[in-house]
């Protein structure tokens, strides 16, 4: 297990220089730059600009460059926002980003799992076809369309929630409310499904036709035997989920003023600024890598049928 763990960490190394790579190259050669504007400044003046930034060097030389900067931690000016570096942004943002995610797939998964159980339980019931239709409901509706409508339901309409806003404010801790659950409404469908399908599975199982006939309850059968094997799908989709819920939380994050990394995602976007552009991209795949690093690990500790030699 433990050779294992160092391979896979060893193995994020030439998977994110790959990344850095194809990124690199494709922000450069896209139509465009992150000095151009409606009013072109003056020939020399740009020229100044790009020798500061040394993009008047061979793009191949700044390629080595930047990666010589990264190998040292820094993540470069950047070009639009002159007060600090993209290292600094990063370091004040993400952790918001990362907290909102973290609550969001934290909510996602206890209701979604709950919601799978008792589906799978009360099969073709009612309160199987409810749980449902809320899963396809967080399914199909995007979250553009349900951060708004949280908004003016609870904020504007009722006035039960401020309309936007972080926990650092004047509102404190509801402010996280309407965000977390918009952010956690696909995740949490995905997750009951998967639950539901799952338990439906395993509860068919010959072992647990077994349990039956020896007279165990329907509880205990549930949380020692289905439980733990109709996880492994639900753990498998946790990795992928969170990376997805950080960087789908740009929309949400403009949407609730949540001041996360999100918001410097799409002004570096519009920008052109290509380092800080670099930065989110940097810091969006290393989330990914290790979340479906760590689902392997876990993966293990659920199924003792799972090896890793």
Same mark, same amino acid.
């Given at each position: ?141 995007? /979250? ?55 338990? /439906? ?25 289905? /439980?733990?094997?109709?996880? /492994? ?77």
């Amino acid at each position: 297990m433990t050779k294992y763990i160092i391979r896979r960490l060893i193995g994020i190394i030439p998977t994110l220089f790959i990344v850095i790579t194809i990124s690199f190259f494709l922000i450069r050669v896209a139509p465009g730059g992150p000095f151009d504007a409606e009013r072109r400044p003056p020939e020399q003046v740009l020229k100044n600009i790009e020798a500061k930034f040394n993009l008047d060097q061979p793009l191949h030389m700044q390629y080595l460059r930047y990666m010589g900067d990264i190998l040292r931690g820094d993540l470069g000016p950047s070009f639009r926002y002159q007060d600090h570096d993209v290292n600094f942004y990063i370091a004040n943002s993400l952790p918001n980003s990362l907290f909102l995610g973290f609550m969001a797939l934290g909510l996602a998964t206890i209701m979604g799992i709950l919601a799978g159980i008792v589906s799978a339980l009360k099969q073709n019931t009612w309160i199987d076809y409810t749980a449902m239709a809320i899963a396809i409901i967080g399914i199909t509706v995007p /979250l553009f369309v349900i951060g708004p409508v949280l908004m003016y339901f609870f904020a504007l309409k009722w006035g039960i929630l401020p309309t936007s806003g972080w926990i650092t404010g004047r509102y404190g801790w509801v402010t996280l409310i309407m965000p977390m659950v918009t952010l956690s409404m696909q995740p949490f469908a995905t997750i009951a499904r998967l639950s539901r399908a799952s338990m /439906l599975e395993v509860l068919r199982s010959d072992f647990i036709r077994t349990a039956r006939a020896k007279g165990l309850r329907q509880g205990v059968i549930v949380r020692r035997h289905v /439980l733990k094997g109709s996880l /492994l799908p639900v753990v498998s989709y946790l990795g992928p989920a969170f990376a997805a819920i950080v960087t789908g939380s740009v929309v949400v994050e403009q949407i609730f003023r949540v001041p996360g990394l999100g918001r410097f995602f799409v002004q570096s976007a519009i920008n052109r600024d290509y380092t800080l552009i670099m930065g989110t991209v940097i810091v969006y795949s290393i989330i990914l890598i290790l979340m479906n690093f760590i689902v392997d690990i876990i993966y293990s500790f659920l199924d003792p049928r799972i090896t890793y030699k």
